[in-house]
């Protein structure tokens, strides 16, 4: 997945594409968009929110910190956090091998990073519970802990950060750096202070996604965690087990808390984006 | 200059939009409307019935059994000219996509807060149980699962909650089977004597030891069979289902448990109700109670040739003994606050 | 450092795809023939197939006019658009299936009044395929607009000078300097098209033979201990997946320099 937010860092004025303003075709154009993300997106996801603040703001708070959804909550961010930092550096490490380094079997490599993609959730959580269950085949046994879920969401989440550096990476000008170790920089200065910067917006971008992917995460998960409810139970179950009990209001609270999370934090990389980009 | 893309686009797209509207429709299973030419007193047994499609929305377990109960129907005269379009799937989520629109005629869920959920939504007559049965079409109790040879001997609920022992049972509130379960474990206790205190302190050790809560039975099963846990709670069909899967279990019907019963109805939404009726009328029947006992099932009418021992535990009771499930279920299961809850959050002090 | 990574993804990615199949062929290929051809299989696989159809053709349409929206075009909101794209992924697929159904259920207000005039959305072929575009929302986006904005817009400005209409610009200069990502991102599409379950659980019905994808059918033979149906299908669309993504990154020129 390439990294989308870059291409709004750079400032609006001196950009190379022209400017258009507010033309008809471009009107058209954004109120298509709109209707479409509306009907798609926007009103389904208004109307669990419009179910959370159903019975009032207060029924509202109570449902979204009620101690178990709390729990919940709390081990789903933590998880996501964990994993989408794990992702920041492997994936740029796995995409720096994929694109610096050569090896037979590179580009079957390269096409298997897709395969959480295409994997059911729920046949990855199956296999993952296979191999790290009781009767664990390697003899690692990961199911039922924290350890595990973090296992389950770092299978899920591993495109995401690699996809979207890959590119950019495919673009950076090696004579730079070339030039860097010339001068008698090392290879870790050579990739803090000229490698990095570039990959930064890039890196942001694909842990956003990982984070938001950790967070939403069900069908993996729910089948190697424990699911104990106050311990390590996801806000996903959570949410299930809500509506389960008929009780939609509690199950859209906690569903409207993650998604405000999630707009946060992908609010909050596009602003890092963009701040970086004009210290590039 | 650059609106022209825009514009060619939303043309074709609105075009794919609404032609997949359309196709969509041809594909989707609304339900048939065969009309359904007014006949006289069809519904005696033995009369040929209008050809019709019925929608069947049932839990997972008895897919087998209902596989093999239509084809039984199919050759009854009743049930000569009448197709099935089915469904299966976890009985709260079936119950659910009824209530959220789903096409059904005849529905079956694993307990009866799932039809009750139906009376609620006006697609099932209030007097849906009025029949001789209850509503119910099959029964089953709650057992104890243990691997081949109980190489741990359990014996009864008192070796459920003994230290080192982990007993698998699904979460309560996301799934029905567990709630079986649940009452199970509680009932027992009140039937043995015990008071409701002790009822509910016999739920927490009991759920002290419970490692894992997956999120459905069929999960559930699945993490035993898997390897974990030394026993795990269970209906009876489910144990006998899994073992005639080749699955490596063995089951004890404890002295003390409770009779699971599920409940059958036809809605009040089908345009089919001759057709509906005759269904579940057959569903009633010694035949198809037969098909239900090689499946594991505890037949609800009696003379029925079983291949399974079916024992009758000395100290059975019923979900009425412990007050019905509308009132057992905000007792015990309300997410807001009920003896479940506190069981759970206990729990999840405890370990921190 | 090579080894790093290839020994982080073989434990990740290698040993999961080695145990599956391994599970898959435990018993030989004949049983594994058998059980795909099962016609409720066969219509399961028939179903998935034209809800991804539907699903790549619809956004990528749409994905490629928000990716030029988003490039070419400056508006107010331009980056709240872009922040919105990315949301479908954090939504959990339990709340996708709860959202489209609070909107387009039978008892819903869109969904009933849709209902009114015939058209059904909730499980059906319009709501599965709405549940689908909604996770893979996205993907087409994400890999367009880069390299518009890569290109940049000399040779569509030239094109225009000497007399090309929008149409024509965008068929004959903007189309092609795009296939490479466009196929990108409908592959990956496709890929996450065919292994979505969770929320097309919620919104399919599981009508076998009628609205049971490939998916349900992993999950129903799962849970009735079929294990080498269940896993010969997941193996099956996987397999899909994987052979498409492997053939675009063999057929893609490295044309970056």
């Given at each position: 997945m390439a990294d989308a937010t870059a291409t709004l860092s750079?400032?609006?004025?001196?950009?190379?594409s022209g400017l258009r303003r507010l033309n008809t075709g471009t009107a058209f154009g954004v109120g298509l968009a709109t209707l479409w993300l509306s009907l798609l997106v926007l009103i389904p996801l208004g109307a669990v929110v419009w179910r959370a603040q159903e019975d009032g703001l207060a029924s509202f708070w109570d449902a979204a910190t009620a101690p178990e959804a709390a729990a919940a909550i709390r081990l789903t961010v933590a998880s996501a956090l964990i994993v989408a930092v794990i992702n920041a550096v492997l994936g740029t490490l796995i995409a720096w091998v994929l694109v610096r380094d050569d090896f037979r079997g590179k580009r079957v490599v390269d096409a298997l990073i897709d395969l959480p993609f295409a994997l059911p959730t729920i046949v990855a959580g199956l296999v993952l519970l296979t191999l790290y269950g009781v009767n664990s085949p390697v003899g690692i046994e990961l199911a039922y802990t924290r350890a595990g879920v973090v296992v389950a969401l770092l299978f899920v989440t591993l495109p995401f950060v690699v996809r979207t550096v890959q590119p950019v990476l495919l673009e950076l000008d090696v004579e730079m750096e070339q030039a860097a170790t010339s001068l008698g920089a090392s290879k870790l200065t050579t990739f803090r202070r000229i490698v990095l910067p570039n990959l930064a917006p890039a890196i942001s971008a694909g842990t956003a996604l990982a984070f938001a992917r950790a967070i939403s995460e069900f069908g993996a998960t729910v089948l190697i965690s424990n699911n104990l409810p106050f311990k390590t139970q996801v806000a996903s179950v959570y949410i299930f087990g809500q509506i389960e009990a008929d009780n939609t209001v509690g199950a859209a609270a906690v569903a409207t808390v993650l998604l405000l999370i999630a707009i946060v934090v992908l609010f909050g990389l596009d602003l890092l984006q963009r701040w970086a980009a004009r210290h590039a | 200059m650059f609106r022209s893309p825009l514009i060619r686009f939303s043309a074709v797209a609105i075009v794919a939009a609404l032609a997949m509207a359309a196709c969509g429709d041809d594909g989707?299973?609304?339900?048939?409307?065969?009309?359904?030419?007014?006949?006289?007193?069809?519904?005696?047994?033995?009369a040929e019935l209008p050809a019709a499609k019925l929608s069947l929305v049932a839990y997972s377990t008895p897919q087998e059994a209902y596989e093999k109960i239509i084809t039984a129907f199919n050759a009854t005269p009743a049930g000569k000219n009448i197709t099935f379009s089915k469904s299966f799937g976890a009985s709260g989520d079936q119950s659910r996509a009824v209530a959220s629109g789903?096409?059904?005629?005849y529905v079956a869920f694993s307990l009866e807060p799932d039809v009750t959920r139906l009376v609620k939504a006006n697609l099932v007559a209030p007097d849906w149980n009025k029949d001789a049965n209850a509503g119910n079409v099959t029964d089953s109790v709650v057992v104890l699962v243990v691997r081949k040879g109980n190489p741990k001997n359990i014996k009864g609920w008192a070796d459920l909650t003994k230290p080192g022992i982990e007993v698998i049972t699904p979460n309560p509130f996301t799934s029905g089977g567990a709630r079986w379960n649940v009452m199970a474990a509680y009932g027992q206790v009140i039937k043995g004597g015990g008071t409701e205190a002790d009822g509910v302190a016999y739920l927490k050790s009991l759920f002290a030891n419970v490692p894992v809560q997956d999120d459905s039975a069929r999960k559930a099963l699945q993490t035993f069979t898997s390897g974990k846990g030394d026993v795990m709670l269970a209906y009876e069909n489910e144990a006998i289902f899994a073992q005639q899967k080749g699955q490596d279990i063995d089951y004890v019907v404890p002295d003390s448990t409770i009779l699971i019963e599920n409940p059958a109805a036809i809605t009040s939404t089908t345009k089919h109700p001759e057709q509906a009726k005759a269904f579940l009328d057959f569903v009633r029947s010694p035949q198809a109670q037969q098909i239900f006992a090689e499946n594991g099932y505890r037949p609800v009418v009696s003379d029925v040739e079983s291949p399974y021992d079916f024992p009758t535990p000395t100290g059975l009771f019923t979900i009425a003994d412990l007050g019905g499930w509308t009132d057992v279920t905000a007792k015990f299961f309300d997410p807001k606050g009920s003896i479940m809850s506190d069981v759970e959050a206990g729990i999840g002090v405890s370990v921190g | 450092m090579r080894f790093i990574a290839l020994g982080y993804l073989a434990v990740l990615i290698g040993l999961p795809v080695v145990l599956i199949f391994w599970r898959t062929f435990e018993h030989g290929v004949k049983p594994v023939i058998d059980s795909l051809s099962d016609p409720a299989v066969l219509h399961a696989f028939r179903v998935t197939a034209i809800i991804t159809f539907w699903t790549v053709l619809l956004n990528t349409v749409f994905g490629v006019g928000i990716a030029i929206l988003l490039v070419r075009h400056t508006f107010p909101g331009r980056r709240m658009l872009n922040v919105l794209i990315d949301l479908p992924i954090a939504v959990s697929p339990v709340v996708v299936g709860l959202a489209l159904i609070l909107v387009y259920?039978?008892?819903?207000?869109v969904g009933g009044w849709l209902d009114d005039h015939g058209i059904q959305i909730i499980f059906s072929y319009p709501g599965m395929v709405l549940a689908t575009m909604f996770v893979t929302l996205p993907l087409v986006v994400r890999e367009v607009a880069p390299v518009l904005e890569e290109i940049g817009t000399e040779q569509e400005q030239a094109a225009h000078t000497l007399g090309a209409n929008g149409f024509q610009t965008f068929r004959r200069v903007t189309l092609p300097a795009i296939r490479w990502g466009l196929a990108y991102g409908v592959v990956l599409t496709i890929a996450r098209s065919l292994g979505e379950y969770g929320a097309i659980a919620v919104v399919s019905?599981?009508?076998?033979?009628?609205?049971?994808?490939a998916t349900l059918v992993v999950d129903e033979r799962f849970q009735n201990f079929d294990q080498t149906t269940a896993y010969a299908v997941a193996v099956t669309m996987a397999f899909v997946a994987i052979i498409t993504l492997v053939l675009i990154n063999v057929l893609r020129p490295k044309e970056h320099s």
């Amino acid at each position: 997945m390439a990294d989308a937010t870059a291409t709004l860092s750079r400032p609006l004025f001196g950009r190379r594409s022209g400017l258009r303003r507010l033309n008809t075709g471009t009107a058209f154009g954004v109120g298509l968009a709109t209707l479409w993300l509306s009907l798609l997106v926007l009103i389904p996801l208004g109307a669990v929110v419009w179910r959370a603040q159903e019975d009032g703001l207060a029924s509202f708070w109570d449902a979204a910190t009620a101690p178990e959804a709390a729990a919940a909550i709390r081990l789903t961010v933590a998880s996501a956090l964990i994993v989408a930092v794990i992702n920041a550096v492997l994936g740029t490490l796995i995409a720096w091998v994929l694109v610096r380094d050569d090896f037979r079997g590179k580009r079957v490599v390269d096409a298997l990073i897709d395969l959480p993609f295409a994997l059911p959730t729920i046949v990855a959580g199956l296999v993952l519970l296979t191999l790290y269950g009781v009767n664990s085949p390697v003899g690692i046994e990961l199911a039922y802990t924290r350890a595990g879920v973090v296992v389950a969401l770092l299978f899920v989440t591993l495109p995401f950060v690699v996809r979207t550096v890959q590119p950019v990476l495919l673009e950076l000008d090696v004579e730079m750096e070339q030039a860097a170790t010339s001068l008698g920089a090392s290879k870790l200065t050579t990739f803090r202070r000229i490698v990095l910067p570039n990959l930064a917006p890039a890196i942001s971008a694909g842990t956003a996604l990982a984070f938001a992917r950790a967070i939403s995460e069900f069908g993996a998960t729910v089948l190697i965690s424990n699911n104990l409810p106050f311990k390590t139970q996801v806000a996903s179950v959570y949410i299930f087990g809500q509506i389960e009990a008929d009780n939609t209001v509690g199950a859209a609270a906690v569903a409207t808390v993650l998604l405000l999370i999630a707009i946060v934090v992908l609010f909050g990389l596009d602003l890092l984006q963009r701040w970086a980009a004009r210290h590039a | 200059m650059f609106r022209s893309p825009l514009i060619r686009f939303s043309a074709v797209a609105i075009v794919a939009a609404l032609a997949m509207a359309a196709c969509g429709d041809d594909g989707s299973p609304a339900a048939a409307n065969n009309s359904t030419a007014g006949t006289a007193a069809a519904g005696s047994a033995g009369a040929e019935l209008p050809a019709a499609k019925l929608s069947l929305v049932a839990y997972s377990t008895p897919q087998e059994a209902y596989e093999k109960i239509i084809t039984a129907f199919n050759a009854t005269p009743a049930g000569k000219n009448i197709t099935f379009s089915k469904s299966f799937g976890a009985s709260g989520d079936q119950s659910r996509a009824v209530a959220s629109g789903l096409d059904a005629d005849y529905v079956a869920f694993s307990l009866e807060p799932d039809v009750t959920r139906l009376v609620k939504a006006n697609l099932v007559a209030p007097d849906w149980n009025k029949d001789a049965n209850a509503g119910n079409v099959t029964d089953s109790v709650v057992v104890l699962v243990v691997r081949k040879g109980n190489p741990k001997n359990i014996k009864g609920w008192a070796d459920l909650t003994k230290p080192g022992i982990e007993v698998i049972t699904p979460n309560p509130f996301t799934s029905g089977g567990a709630r079986w379960n649940v009452m199970a474990a509680y009932g027992q206790v009140i039937k043995g004597g015990g008071t409701e205190a002790d009822g509910v302190a016999y739920l927490k050790s009991l759920f002290a030891n419970v490692p894992v809560q997956d999120d459905s039975a069929r999960k559930a099963l699945q993490t035993f069979t898997s390897g974990k846990g030394d026993v795990m709670l269970a209906y009876e069909n489910e144990a006998i289902f899994a073992q005639q899967k080749g699955q490596d279990i063995d089951y004890v019907v404890p002295d003390s448990t409770i009779l699971i019963e599920n409940p059958a109805a036809i809605t009040s939404t089908t345009k089919h109700p001759e057709q509906a009726k005759a269904f579940l009328d057959f569903v009633r029947s010694p035949q198809a109670q037969q098909i239900f006992a090689e499946n594991g099932y505890r037949p609800v009418v009696s003379d029925v040739e079983s291949p399974y021992d079916f024992p009758t535990p000395t100290g059975l009771f019923t979900i009425a003994d412990l007050g019905g499930w509308t009132d057992v279920t905000a007792k015990f299961f309300d997410p807001k606050g009920s003896i479940m809850s506190d069981v759970e959050a206990g729990i999840g002090v405890s370990v921190g | 450092m090579r080894f790093i990574a290839l020994g982080y993804l073989a434990v990740l990615i290698g040993l999961p795809v080695v145990l599956i199949f391994w599970r898959t062929f435990e018993h030989g290929v004949k049983p594994v023939i058998d059980s795909l051809s099962d016609p409720a299989v066969l219509h399961a696989f028939r179903v998935t197939a034209i809800i991804t159809f539907w699903t790549v053709l619809l956004n990528t349409v749409f994905g490629v006019g928000i990716a030029i929206l988003l490039v070419r075009h400056t508006f107010p909101g331009r980056r709240m658009l872009n922040v919105l794209i990315d949301l479908p992924i954090a939504v959990s697929p339990v709340v996708v299936g709860l959202a489209l159904i609070l909107v387009y259920g039978k008892f819903a207000p869109v969904g009933g009044w849709l209902d009114d005039h015939g058209i059904q959305i909730i499980f059906s072929y319009p709501g599965m395929v709405l549940a689908t575009m909604f996770v893979t929302l996205p993907l087409v986006v994400r890999e367009v607009a880069p390299v518009l904005e890569e290109i940049g817009t000399e040779q569509e400005q030239a094109a225009h000078t000497l007399g090309a209409n929008g149409f024509q610009t965008f068929r004959r200069v903007t189309l092609p300097a795009i296939r490479w990502g466009l196929a990108y991102g409908v592959v990956l599409t496709i890929a996450r098209s065919l292994g979505e379950y969770g929320a097309i659980a919620v919104v399919s019905g599981r009508l076998i033979g009628q609205t049971q994808t490939a998916t349900l059918v992993v999950d129903e033979r799962f849970q009735n201990f079929d294990q080498t149906t269940a896993y010969a299908v997941a193996v099956t669309m996987a397999f899909v997946a994987i052979i498409t993504l492997v053939l675009i990154n063999v057929l893609r020129p490295k044309e970056h320099s």
